[in-house]
């Protein structure tokens, strides 16, 4: 029974919680941003370089049923989207941590009251010390 219990207090901690919740959200993110590149930015890509479409670009090596294709197409696919998805994470992280240090500021310290000093209380006390 040990090990059960050990196991509901670990999922059902808060960081479990958040950790699934982020994975949940970081999959739809990366079919959004998939897309982005499949639909939006590789058609542009292609039109700039004279309408290829990279996902088709592939090198064979061999004669045959034998024959190795090298698919890199598919891998300068890969490639682009990894660099988005990296780049736009990156923002967001940006983003969240400059939120998360204007809710850190300290606030403005109290002006310390007007006054005498605590050096001018004790000379002010040595010198009422010494006159009796």
Do not use: H, W
């Amino acid at each position: 029974m040990g090990l059960i219990k050990e196991f509901k207090e670990f999922a059902v901690k808060g960081n479990v919680m958040d950790m699934a919740v982020g994975v949940i959200i970081g999959g739809a993110f990366g079919k959004i941003v998939s897309s982005l590149v499949d639909d939006v930015l590789m058609p542009l890509v292609g039109m700039i370089t004279g309408n290829i479409d990279f996902t088709t670009l592939a090198y064979k090596i061999g004669e045959g049923e034998e024959a190795a294709v090298l698919k890199y197409g598919n891998f300068i696919q890969n490639t682009v989207d990894f660099i988005i998805v990296a780049f736009c994470i990156f923002m967001m992280l940006k983003g969240i941590n400059k939120l998360n240090r204007k809710k850190e500021e300290p606030a403005p310290e109290p002006e310390a009251p007007k006054g005498p000093t605590q050096e001018e209380l004790l000379a002010e006390i040595r010198d009422l010390l010494k006159n009796k």
